[in-house]
């Protein structure tokens, strides 16, 4: 009961008018729900196009990061996780590291080269900001997933003649099913919340994103609470459906991939 207070609050509040809001701002919305706030949130925003195509514009990165990341991690641990000289060893230390230490360090020679390279304020930039960002955790995750993984299927593929990318792709990959759900959840959940990255290099573009296009609605004057509320419901809803249909493959992965 208690954890559902916070989603009682989200719901109660998006349903009520500003006369509402101010007067009884706790009570639940039953006689008279005001369901042209959401209509209000998606059509409004900061954004060119409002939270629609600040929606639009969040489900592409997040997309594309995903698919990026989950792409580039997977082939660097699993080449990592095989290999036991030297250089994958440090290779591997270098990872942690840099999933040790803040990005924000790297934050103003990053927005220059990216700023020098003609990468800000587009998709195939932030992708690749938001992939390199989060890639030294999805390679440490993989690799503990890898290496608690038996060799024999991939022995026995290259027995067979298939190379290493192809035993990859062939063998290892449908066995990474778990931590591959655990690595696109996660990631998929930084940057669909990310505010910093997107404000900072996607400023005063079109292509705005769902925590941006939120922030529309607080100004120093006056705080459009029912808009907020009504818009964070919108942006909550897709996250809260992938979570509930993958689940059970998150917590595997998310285990062995601790575990290993």
């Known amino acids: 009961m208690l954890f559902s207070l916070p ?6 509040i998006s349903l009520k008018s500003d006369r509402q809001l101010t007067r009884e701002p706790l009570k639940p919305p039953l006689a008279d729900p005001n369901w042209g706030n959401y209509a209000d949130a998606w059509s409004n925003g900061g954004t060119t196009g409002g939270m629609g195509r600040a929606f639009f514009n969040t489900v592409i990165i997040t997309v594309g990061s995903v698919v990026c990341l989950v792409l580039v991690s997977s082939m660097t641990a699993y080449v990592i996780a095989r290999r036991t000289s030297k250089l994958s060893n440090g290779l591997y230390v270098l990872f942690v590291i840099g999933f040790i230490m803040p990005a924000t360090l790297g934050l103003v020679p990053v927005y220059v080269v990216m700023r020098s390279a003609g990468l800000l304020a587009t998709y195939h930039g932030i992708i690749i900001l938001h992939t390199a960002g989060i ?14 993984l038996p060799t024999e299927y991939e022995e026995a593929a290259q027995v067979d003649g298939a190379g290493m990318l192809r035993t990859f792709f062939r063998v290892v990959i449908p066995l990474l099913r778990p931590i591959t759900t655990t690595v696109a959840m996660l990631s998929g959940l930084i940057v669909w919340n990310d505010f910093f990255i997107a404000l900072i290099f996607m400023s005063g573009s079109s292509i705005g994103t769902l925590p941006v ?5 607080v100004n120093e004057n006056y705080t459009q609470w029912n808009l907020v509320f009504a818009g964070a419901t919108i942006a909550i809803l897709p996250v809260l459906g992938v979570f509930v249909v993958a689940q059970r493959q998150f917590v595997r992965g998310l285990a062995g991939g601790i575990r290993g």
């Open 7 to 12: 989603f009682y609050f989200l719901i109660a």
């Open 135 to 148: 890639l030294p955790f999805a390679v440490f995750l993989y690799v503990g997933f890898i290496r608690a």
């Open 213 to 217: 296009a939120l922030n529309s609605f």
